[in-house]
């Protein structure tokens, strides 16, 4: 990013920049064989602007700041001219911290040093955290201090007498879409994404800012292998896990590293992403077998490193309690990948939205390869219309369609959405090319559901007496989720009976009274509607595989009639 920032520049129409994303980390500086660390704001000063007369920094915390003495002074002594000839105050109260009159300070300043006839002044002005000078709200919202703020960056990036001098401006903010519209879509600004480090500069950083005295006597895990176990982490993110770690005198291990992985990252997104640990495999799934013998070949492809012949995403749809993000969970556990669950990122805020999308999208691409579940997705996703929210829910369903469409990040990025209703969600996202394998599951046949009890009983922790589990048992038709629930009945049964085993009276007690929370029209509508979605008849029940779609649609477009 600094070698396209320089080449960018050298070429003579731009000088105000805009950086984002990973703005927060240290920068590697290469001088030789040595490697150095900085922060962004060391980086700037003393490797990119070194040659510079002067390095200007503002913000709103901090205020106007210059760190060469000689330079600092030369800025008041402007700052006292202005207000000997304006009749304020500036020098002797103290410089200004709101932008507008900062701003207005910084410029004076700078256009002072075009008026140097042998020499212009030669200075780089750094704005970190960008987004609260020049915040995103539509222009009807802006309020007239924030306007003139706006006004004034977008003055700078087009004044040629900026250029001639060697002026530099660069904008720093975290997420690209917490930035002024204006700014970020003027064609005299540039726009340049700091990325998360890669593998290979993970491992750079380690071995040389980590390794040390103390992280050989305490680590189990090797540098290589703490590089590569930490994908998606920053610079400071992997400083901070091994400082615990070390601090405390805490072994390094394997558990320890992904234990904090998951939190450091949970923290990083703001309770965006919520990581799952699967603890099974597809081997535990009961039923479903066509969709088993798909997934287990795609993990074959993933492990023998096949990417190229994998699927974008899955489609995983059903009536409600089939397993869907059961199957989700245990097909990431098989591949051995990190699962995360999308949480809310929706804020009342305008422009919060977007920015917590963009942040959660840069964390995947880093931690590639990463399953992503959504679940309920017709929900989640939402769609094209803008639906009153001023075209927030449409420009996050763009960017997500965006996403899941880029085949760069196919077999990096595995996507699962979940829903019961399919038809409901819009035909963009589960087009090929995103959402490509949809996989309808079903509730488990007589023979599967004897199985089905059984799993359950492990899952729950529930003692079956030998003979608790009778042909008579499975006669009733119940999803994964009944079945879990009767389980969870028949273990209270005994429990207050005085027992801690379940026995075959306990269960056919609960069978006999229990009542499934949904049925009829509703269940057979989300049934029908994965049906229909299906994308390979080899996942159909044979209750559907000959039944032909036209009469399929038709039933579901009566339900759907009577139902929604």
């Not at 660069?170 to 540039?190: F, G, I, R, Y």
């Not at 071995?207 to 290589?224: C, E, G």
């Not at 422009?351 to 579940?373: C, D, F, H, R, S």
């Not at 029209?521 to 595989?545: G, H, M, P, R, W």
Request: aromatic share 8%; proline share 4%; hydrophobic share 40%.
């Amino acid at each position: 990013w600094a070698t396209e920032l320089a080449e960018k520049y050298r070429g003579g129409t731009l000088w105000e920049f805009i950086l984002h994303g990973n703005v927060h980390d240290l920068v590697p500086y290469r001088s030789g064989s040595k490697v150095e660390f900085y922060s962004l704001r060391q980086y700037l000063e003393q490797v990119l602007f070194a040659r510079r007369d002067a390095v200007i920094y503002y913000d709103q915390a901090s205020g106007i700041q210059i760190s060469d003495t000689a330079q600092m002074q030369g800025f008041l002594n402007v700052v006292q001219a202005i207000d000997t000839v304006s009749g304020t105050k500036f020098s002797s109260q103290g410089l200004p911290r709101d932008p507008r009159r900062a701003l207005y300070l910084i410029e004076r300043y700078l256009r002072s040093g075009l008026l140097n006839k042998k020499r212009s002044r030669r200075v780089a002005l750094v704005i970190d955290f960008a987004q609260m000078v020049a915040p995103a709200q539509a222009v009807s919202g802006l309020s007239a201090e924030e306007a003139s703020t706006v006004i004034t960056l977008l003055k700078w990036a087009q004044d040629p007498m900026f250029q001639k001098a060697d002026i530099t401006i660069c904008l720093l903010c975290e997420n690209l879409s917490e930035l002024n519209d204006l700014l970020v879509k003027s064609p005299h600004t540039a726009k340049l994404r700091i990325p998360l480090p890669s593998e290979e500069q993970r491992s750079e950083y380690v071995t040389n800012a980590l390794v040390n005295d103390d992280f050989i006597r305490l680590s189990d895990v090797q540098p290589a292998a703490l590089a590569r176990l930490t994908a998606g982490l920053s610079r400071l993110n992997l400083l901070h896990l091994v400082s615990q770690a070390i601090k405390n005198d805490n072994r390094l291990t394997m558990k320890y590293v992904r234990s904090a992985k998951k939190e450091l990252i949970e923290k990083e997104c703001y309770g965006l992403l919520e990581f799952i640990e699967p603890k099974h495999g597809l081997d535990v799934v009961v039923g479903h077998e066509a969709a088993k013998e798909w997934l287990q070949s795609d993990a074959k492809l993933i492990k023998e490193t096949k990417i190229d012949a994998l699927p974008m995403g899955y489609l995983i749809c059903g009536p409600v309690g089939t397993g869907k993000t059961f199957l989700a969970t245990c097909f990431t556990g098989q591949i051995g990948v990190p699962c995360v669950k999308l949480m809310n990122f929706r804020s009342q805020w305008q422009g919060v939205t977007e920015g917590n999308w963009e942040k959660i999208l840069t964390v995947l691409k880093a931690m590639g390869p990463v399953g992503v579940i959504i679940d309920e997705a017709d929900a989640a996703v939402g769609d094209r219309s803008s639906s009153g929210d001023s075209g927030t829910s449409s420009r996050v369903f763009a960017k997500l369609a965006s996403t899941m469409g880029d085949t760069a990040n196919r077999g990096h990025i595995l996507w699962f959405l979940l829903t019961c209703r399919p038809d409901l969600l819009p035909v963009d996202l589960k087009r090929q090319g995103r959402a490509e394998v949809h996989i309808p599951l079903f509730y488990p046949a007589k023979k599967e559901r004897m199985q089905m009890f059984k799993v359950m009983g492990k899952k729950t922790k529930t003692k079956l007496a030998d003979n608790a589990l009778t042909e008579a048992i499975s006669k009733k038709e119940l999803s994964g989720a009944d079945i879990e629930a009767v389980i969870v009945r028949a273990k209270r049964h005994a429990y207050l009976d005085g027992r801690d085993t379940v026995e075959a009276a306990d269960l056919n007690a609960v069978i006999k009274n229990f009542v499934p929370p949904v049925r009829g029209e509703e269940i057979e509508l989300q049934e029908l509607a994965a049906v229909v979605e299906c994308s390979d008849k080899a996942f159909l029940s044979t209750k559907y595989k000959r039944k032909r779609r036209t009469t399929l649609q038709k039933r579901l477009g009566i339900l759907k009639q009577l139902v929604d």
